[in-house]
T-cell receptor, first 112, second 112 residues
Framework: SAVISQKPSRDICQRGTSLTIQCQVD?????MFWYRQQPGQSLTLIAT?????????ESGFVIDKFPISRPNLTFSTLTVSNMSPEDSSIYLC?????????FGQGTRLTVV | EDKVVQSPLSLVVHEGDTVTLNCSYE??????LLWYKQEKKAPTFLFML????IEKKSGRLSSILDKKELSSILNITATQTGDSAIYLC????????????FGDGTTLTVKP
């Protein structure tokens, strides 16, 4: 099973600023995924991070708001840009294969 | 649009009880159904069920997939206070289980 290290664990940010969340995997993976979990709600897929190409965004999410980088097969970042209180959520990176799936430890973001 | 519905939304039991959590789904192209346990931020993978593996068991937890009824159940026997968590059901339509549609979860509380 893969080990994912996600940073930061939590942060409190001012509205209008940006935060970059990092995920490091201990093995090479083709695709990584970024999810958001708003308070009291379930997980919603933001985008798929592909190495060597642009990320693929789900309906309702745009690159200007959530730019994603994937410089190699073990690392990805998600930036939450121009934050507002509505962006307060848990953000999670994930990876999987045909038999199981794993999540990073999550980043609890509070925007004030 | 893919849809996953879990029931009940919350459940309170006493230690030693047996619980059954339900998950139904509507997806365009079903590949697998996954169960997770979420205690803090990051969901922990429990089971993956597919057309070729419709029943899984691990200790006191077991799960069955009913492809005809488009549903799954998660059973927990002899519950313990450590089983208190949110249990998430997710469905994947691709070969990578990291990309899934999640239900709203069932919050299980086990009282001593």
């Amino acid at each position: 099973s893969a080990v994912i290290s996600q940073k930061p664990s939590r942060d409190i940010c001012q509205r209008g600023t940006s935060l970059t969340i990092q995920c490091q995997v201990d093995s090479q993976v083709t695709m990584m995924f970024w999810y958001r979990q708003q308070p009291g709600q379930s997980l919603t897929l933001i985008a798929t991070a592909n190495q060597g190409s642009e990320a693929t965004y789900e309906s309702g999410f745009v690159i200007d708001k959530f730019p994603i980088s994937r410089p190699n097969l073990t690392f990805s970042t998600l930036t939450v840009s121009n934050m507002s209180p509505e962006d307060s959520s848990i953000y999670l990176c994930s990876l999987g294969d045909g038999t199981e799936a794993f999540f990073g430890q999550g980043t609890r973001l509070t925007v004030v | 649009e893919d849809k996953v519905v879990q029931s009940p939304l919350s459940l309170v039991v006493h230690e030693g009880d047996t619980v059954t959590l339900n998950c139904s789904y509507e997806v365009t192209n079903f590949r697998s159904l996954l169960w997770y346990k979420q205690e803090k931020k990051a969901p922990t993978f429990l089971f993956m069920l597919t057309s070729s593996g419709i029943e899984k068991k691990s200790g006191r937890l077991s799960s069955i997939l009913d492809k005809k009824e488009l549903s799954s159940i998660l059973n927990i026997t002899a519950t313990q206070t450590g089983d208190s968590a949110i249990y998430l059901c997710a469905v994947s339509d691709g070969t990578n289980a990291g990309k899934s549609t999640f239900g709203d979860g069932t919050t299980l509380t086990v009282k001593p």
